[in-house]
């Protein structure tokens, strides 16, 4: 195949105007899901779509479709992301992914390529979460892995429901989700962690999303006071929660880097300089991109929990708030990301997704992969989110060598 | 001696009298200093004081000096304590000392006895610190170590100014603070720890008070993604405030029952379940009766400090918020408590008291000694504050056999 390569300017043009839309007073960038200010932004999009000649279609839950080519009745490539952020974000987490996917579809619709199938980009609904729960919601829907009414049905922060909100801003379509049945996804993402950066490498060949287990603990001692209490008859609430920082970081290093644990949040009672800590509350997050290694860390925590009790002194409670299994991603996409990479020059190394993506919903209904670009001191969700001009340009032409090897790969077959 | 015996039902109930003073619609009891129902409480502590033929005379700080006895000009033998209280308090912090001590009194002069001195009751101004800054003020001043114009001008959570304060309720005497020089200062006190309940043992010859170090230590390391920053690569402030909560831990311990050791409050930033915590700030506490143990303990906290920081990765700053030095009661007074509980058929041990006390302030001054008596629970400042009517007589009755003790004992000369 002979090289061909997106209009990097036209691509970064539009991450700063979409960048753009949605910032206060004070420039902040905050553009929750089926807000007047994600209206704005899915109307760019929209906008951008249509005058490359592409088609929009909207489902009921309001993720975008901006479809080329009908094909000859194969299933679609997809390519997605979102572009609803957190409060406060960078202009890259999400929006990167979708408008290189429209950069991607429009180079290859101007240098005359015509595939066998449609390409689609997709622009999930409320990937953040923030406003609405669950998040990577959009998505999740359209994999049929939650329910349509129950979506819509969710009541935001502020109080407003969904469905009702999609409908004000214009954008509660009438396809049913999960009318498009892709034979590939991809979905090309700023890492949001420090890996390429540090070790200086150009692009992460995404082979895995690591499973989530949030926990909270509550711990109860004694609360005493700090003076006369002797440190033998102390039930210290807060020495027990040092001792499982502490244990969790140690099991987290003897797997690393398969497996991290963080204590994010904690809280003690009643908090005060001359009282012995009397209660407790710590959050748990392990993550690991091995299902096993994951499920054992919880349970070596468990029994770590359970000889604390047994121990006497502190009563512990264990409580479940968030679990999901890691996705493995198709490894013959994975390849292609290397071979597309190392064929524009760049550096690849392949790579766990320590954060959650649209991509892990489609995994299971679709030959599904991810490309990383580095982000600057592995900084998202904040205003300093930041990757350079030349690695932004860089991964959108190895995704686009992706697609081309994808079309060619892909078998006949399935589609709407 | 022969055995004289103090009226338990009169000092019970002037105790539960003064307890019912200053509670509120829901019979939480708060008399915080120079308030209206601090007033309440003195005008009863001064009728009873009258009522038992003692001359009452208040200082420029406040503090109430009933007076038995002109004495042939030696050095007045003080008993004191205060009957401010903190917020939703129990009854017996201080006030017993002060009931006590007037019972004492009065028990001595209805049974004739005509020492050669006089016997000072002492209920002093604002020990608690709750509404103004610092604690045991009252004494402070009319033992010299803290300036009456700045306790006078000391501004209280509510913003006024405790000079005003004690005017408008009536209690800013003219007496110099320090008019008075005790020839000896005894104060009796419940616990407020778990040691005597624990060891079933019936009276406290208080030998020593803590020296107390309260420090804050802020750490700063570096705010990241729960799922995508290596364990490798983190500087979790989180668990560097573990390994801080562990040392002083293990480091009390092998000191023990010299030393405790508490950190009472810590505080994380973002303190967000999915983010590796970027600063950490917590409180250290640590005790000890012997001040060489206390410096060493300090030098080794702040070795452990300096190594975490040469390790790399954090910022740690040092606060000191509080320091006082450890304080050696008068010995021969302590053997008095000592031979006065055994001849009560009482149960006795030396000990050290955690908690800060008038008697420290008055123990540069005169020889001081304080008697405890046991803490159901080790509780205190709470409603749940509690000894039961046995213990609290047993105390006011070793109070009245080392009183008498010590006008046999205590040289002539000195006084006002």
New interface residues.
């Given amino acids: 195949m002979s090289t061909i390569s997106i209009d990097g300017d036209r691509l970064l043009g539009r991450i700063r105007t979409l960048g753009g839309i949605g910032r206060d007073e004070a420039g902040r960038l905050t553009r929750l899901a089926a807000t007047d200010a994600d209206k704005l932004g899915r109307d760019a999009f929209v906008a951008w779509s249509r005058d490359a000649g592409l088609d929009v279609r909207i489902d009921r839950i309001g993720n975008l479709f901006a479809i080329w080519g009908g094909g000859q009745g194969h299933a679609p490539l997809m390519i997605g992301s979102h572009i609803d952020t957190v409060i406060d974000a960078g202009m890259f987490d999400g929006c990167y992914g979708v408008l290189a996917g429209l950069e991607v579809v429009q180079t290859l619709a101007e240098t005359g390529v015509s595939p066998d199938r449609p390409i689609v980009v997709a622009a999930f609904t409320n990937e953040e979460g923030v406003r609405f729960s669950p998040d990577m919601m959009g998505s999740a829907v359209f994999a049929g892995s939650h329910p349509l009414e129950a979506a819509l049905a969710s009541e935001g922060t502020d109080g407003a429901l969904l469905g009702a909100e999609l409908r004000r801003i214009g954008y509660a379509g009438d396809e049913e989700p999960g009318f498009l049945k892709p034979g590939a996804y991809l979905e090309l993402h700023i ?5 390429l950066e ?1 070790e200086g490498v150009g692009i992460g060949a995404v082979d895995s999303l ?1 499973g ?1 287990s ?1 926990q909270r603990i509550a711990i109860v001692g004694e609360a ?10 102390r039930r ?1 609430a ?2 027990a ?3 499982v ?2 244990f969790l ?1 140690r099991s ?2 003897e797997r ?2 398969r ?10 009672w009643p ?7 009397g209660e407790a509350v710590l ?1 748990v ?1 392990m ?1 690991s991109p091995d299902a096993d290694i994951l499920a054992a860390a919880e349970a070596r925590f468990a029994a770590f929990l359970q000889e604390m009790r047994s121990e006497g002194g502190f009563s512990i409670t264990q409580t479940r ?1 968030v679990r999901t299994e890691p996705v493995q991603f198709d490894g013959r996409i994975v390849r292609l990301v290397e071979t597309a990479a190392a064929g524009r020059g760049l550096t690849v190394r392949r790579m766990t ?4 993506h649209d991509a892990q919903m489609l995994a299971p209904i679709a030959p599904t992969a991810m490309i990383f670009v580095p982000s600057a001191g ?1 900084i ?2 904040n205003p300093r989110e930041h990757t350079a001009d030349d690695p932004l340009i860089a991964g959108a032409n190895v995704l686009l060598d992706v697609v081309r090897d994808l079309i060619a790969a892909l078998p006949s077959g399935g589609g709407a």
Same sequence: chains 1, 2.
């Fill in positions: 890492e949001q962690g420090p890996i540090h690591q989530i949030w005493n006071h700090a003076g006369t209490t002797p440190m033998t008859m210290d807060g020495h929660a040092a001792r920082i502490d970081r987290a290093l690393a880097p497996l991290v644990a963080t204590v994010g949040s904690l809280g003690l908090n005060a300089i001359n009282v012995v800590p959050t997050d993550r708030l997704s320590g954060a959650g592995g998202s969700h």
